[in-house]
Nanobody, 123 residues
Framework: QVQLVESGGGLVQPGGSLRLSCAAF????????IGWFRQAPGKEREGVSC????????YYADSVKGRFTISRDNAKKTVYLQMNSLKPEDTAVYYC????????????????WGQGAQVTVSS
């Protein structure tokens, strides 16, 4: 059974850091691009970052550039999102999703989704 499981969410103060993990079960990551999306209350789900397979090309939304870093460990079947200098506006449920090979900015292009991890940035 194909499954993505996020972990690492939680409550952090502004300026703090968290690392989200996205573990893949039932398939190998070698042929999949992995994207991170987030959805804040009352807002649409938006793309945050993505990492392609083969060459590992990465993409970031302007709102997180310079603060977030995406990485992958295919041997561990896990993709990470390191989030630094967190702001209250980063508060959202974060989802990881998989699609074949190359990243896309369209969430409908992603075939598999995790259940989400809550990230709350508040003092």
């Amino acid at each position: 059974q194909v499954q993505l499981v996020e972990s690492g969410g939680g409550l952090v103060q502004p300026g703090g850091s968290l690392r989200l993990s996205c573990a893949a079960f039932g398939f190998t990551l070698d042929y999949y691009a992995i994207g991170w999306f987030r959805q804040a209350p009352g807002k649409e789900r938006e793309g945050v970052s993505c990492i392609s397979t083969s060459d590992g090309t990465t993409y970031y939304a302007d709102s997180v550039k310079g603060r977030f870093t995406i990485s992958r460990d295919n041997a561990k079947k896990t993709v990470y999102l390191q989030m630094n200098s967190l702001k209250p506006e980063d508060t959202a449920v974060y989802y990881c999703a998989a699609k074949g090979y190359y990243c896309s900015g369209r969430r409908d292009d992603f075939n598999y989704w995790g259940q989400g991890a809550q990230v709350t940035v508040s003092s």
